[in-house]
């Protein structure tokens, strides 16, 4: 069993900077694909970005140049740094991991998720 808990949400000012941490269980951490997803209120789950056990990252478009993902292996954690946050962006910010092999880019790929965590960015 995989089990995720973020943390670091909280309500910011449109501009600020935010870091969201993912506490991972078990030994497989190190092994798994590891994303980030925002979901909006009234609005469908969406990718953020992701970071792979090599340590390429891959970002969406509208995050890119502003978000970083990093993963400190040691500590279990990932680690989801956001810069110039906009109001729009407001949102409960989960963590998941996919097993090796499977299509970053599916929902479905991802067996494991966290609780999410709130960011409330304010204009």
């Known amino acids: 069993q995989v089990r995720l808990v973020e943390s670091g949400g909280g309500l910011v000012q449109a501009g600020d900077s935010l870091r969201l941490s993912c506490a991972a269980s078990g030994r497989t951490f190190s092994t798994y694909a590891m994303g980030w997803f925002r979901q909006a209120p009234g609005k469908e789950r969406q990718f953020v970005g992701i970071h792979w056990s090599t340590g390429n990252t891959y970002y969406a478009d509208s995050v890119k140049g502003r978000f970083t993902i990093s993963r400190d292996n040691a500590k279990n954690t990932l680690y989801l740094e956001m810069n110039s946050l906009k109001p729009e962006e407001t949102a409960v910010y989960y963590c998941?991991?996919?097993?090796?092999?499977?299509?970053?880019?599916?929902?479905?790929?991802?067996?494991?998720w966290g609780q999410g965590t709130q960011v409330t960015v304010s204009s």
């Open positions: 998941a991991a996919a097993p090796p092999g499977r299509d970053f880019r599916s929902f479905y790929a991802y067996d494991y």
